[in-house]
């Protein structure tokens, strides 16, 4: 059946894989953006198909917007480290007031919404691999604190509004990699593969034994469908459980490229987190739901797309 969605950042990185996703589907897709880091060229190839670009803020959503909308997938806010670093108040805000605004239009026209929230909300958590029954551990002060606790309280949100008869759901996105990341966005995949496009030295931090589990967009997109169609069972994880560390990725993406780069290591930024490993076991069970790009695979493909930005 055609349905007409909205997708909030839908000009992002994850934003317009799962906008093209959809559009491949069949719907009709609504991209909210104010483009404050996804990029129009994420988006521009798809204007020739059943979709609308709302250029604006999530948190000025209103039921006056377009009242017709089956379901919205909520992934307004800056996700990586710079992005949203750079200005805390306004990414705080995007995560609790755009959640508000987006669950009051999901609540006005009936619709089902999905809230792309982070493995952030674990903090350096006490369970490894990380479930949904973790509560988390997570710095309420710190300089990443305006994405976790501005996620944390995005779900609050959405948790309440389900108790009040709205179909909100919550999934928990782990590291996603893939085309469209942005050169500058700060992401250890990203910084990896352009400092080895480029031949300069892979900044590692810490002794780069800190682990990271990647998931290729694609799959994840694939999650995400799944996780709006089928019954929801709770919060859910998506991500990929193939943990590697920070200094063996460098490795890889120097031995993938060919590039004469070396590793330099720098200091640890504060509360980065140590180990990041999802249990998916919720996901396989409830969506039949697993990552099907090995890393060597996505990193490739991903590494192609750096080339023909660089």
Known sequence: MTKRIMVTGGAGFVGSHLCERLLRDGHSVICLDNFCTGPYKNIESFFDRSFELCRKNVITLSDRDTPDVDEIYNLACPASPIHYQKDPIFTWE?????????????????????????????GEPFEHPQNELSKGYVNTVGIRSCY???????????????????????????????????????????????????????????????????????????????????????????????????????????????SASEIRFHPLPSDDPTRRKPNINKAMLNLDWWPMVDRQTGLLETIEYFRSVL
């Open 94 to 122: 995007t995560c609790v007031f755009g959640a508000s605004a987006v669950l009051e239009f999901a609540a006005a026209c009936g619709a089902k919404v999905l809230q792309a929230s982070t493995s952030e909300i674990y």
């Open 148 to 258: 976790d606790e501005g996620k944390r309280a995005a779900e609050t949100l959405f948790a309440d509004y389900r108790r009040s008869g709205i179909d909100a759901r919550i999934v928990r996105i782990f590291n996603t990699y893939g085309p469209r990341m942005q050169v500058d966005d700060g992401r250890v995949v990203s910084n990896f593969i352009c400092q080895a496009l480029r031949n300069e030295n892979i900044t590692v931090y810490g002794d780069g034994r800190q682990t990271r589990s990647l998931c290729y967009v694609g799959d994840l997109v694939d999650g995400l469908v799944r996780a709006m169609e089928k019954p929801y069972p709770g919060v859910m994880n998506l991500g990929n459980p193939d943990e590697t560390s920070v200094y063996e990725l460098a490795g890889e993406i120097i031995s993938l490229t060919g």
